[in-house]
């Protein structure tokens, strides 16, 4: 059954960058046409894509969202990795870490648990 | 940007009701259109996409309908582990989200 797991800081400091890493366990992340993504969500904007990788390492991101976002992928450690920077408070949510078929901003049918990540000084 | 609207937000009903929750997009996204179940404290779970088709595993109480701007997603007879926030997420152009629409015990 395929897993996913984000890690990472769960408070990060105004101006600097969030950086979180899921880790995809009973699968292997090259195989398939699936996209590995991260999408987040606040009680006030609910639920946003923020962006997705292939194992080639090609990328697309929410326009909203791109200056300031890159999605990465180590196939070796089977791991996809999400930095923002220059946070802000709006950019504290829980983010989830997924997987979707076809194409980036696809369905995702593979979720993490989730993990809260506070901007906070 | 293409946003998507909800309707109602809120919804109560009891165990047995058919309940239906409208979705609609600001504009056409033909039948590009997704489902998904949220219960607290827990992540969204898929239940239908391409508007209609059901996701692998989810009860076929769950069925969905339309294309272009409006589209619906109904619960043929509501049981107590549907009680939940559901969410539409259009991918005609990027991922959107609907805000939610809270299906709670009347």
């Known amino acids: 059954q395929l897993q996913l797991q984000e890690s990472g800081p769960g408070l990060v400091k105004p101006s600097e960058t969030l950086s979180l890493t899921c880790t995809v366990s009973?699968?292997?992340?090259?195989?398939?046409?699936?996209?590995w993504g991260w999408t987040r969500q606040t009680p006030g904007k609910g639920l946003e894509w923020i962006g997705s990788?292939?194992?080639?390492?090609?990328?697309d991101y929410n326009p909203s969202l791109k200056s300031r976002v890159t999605v990465s992928v180590d196939t070796t450690k089977n791991q996809f990795t999400l930095k923002v920077n220059s946070v802000t408070a709006a950019d504290t949510a829980v983010y989830y870490c997924?997987?979707?078929?076809?194409?980036?901003?696809?369905?995702?049918?593979?979720w993490g648990q989730g993990t809260l990540v506070t901007v906070s000084s | 940007d293409i946003q998507m609207t909800q309707s109602p937000s809120t919804l109560s009903a009891s165990v047995g009701d058919r309940v239906t929750i409208t979705c609609r997009a600001s504009?056409?996204?033909?039948?590009?259109l997704a489902w998904y179940q949220q219960k607290p404290g827990k992540a969204p779970k898929l239940l239908l996409y391409?508007?209609?088709s059901l996701e692998s595993g989810v009860t076929s109480r769950f069925s969905g309908s339309g294309s272009g701007t409006e589209f619906t997603l109904s619960i043929s007879s509501l049981q107590p582990d549907d009680f939940a926030t559901y969410y539409c997420?259009?991918?005609?152009?990027?991922?959107?989200f609907g805000q939610g629409t809270k299906v709670e015990s009347k």
């Open positions: 997924t997987r979707s078929t076809g194409y980036y901003y696809f369905p995702s049918d593979y």
């Open positions: 009973g699968g292997s992340i090259r195989s398939g046409s699936y996209y």
């Open positions: 990788v292939y194992h080639s390492g090609s990328s």
């Open positions: 504009q056409n996204i033909s039948s590009w």
């Open positions: 391409k508007a209609s």
């Open positions: 997420q259009q991918y005609h152009s990027k991922g959107t």
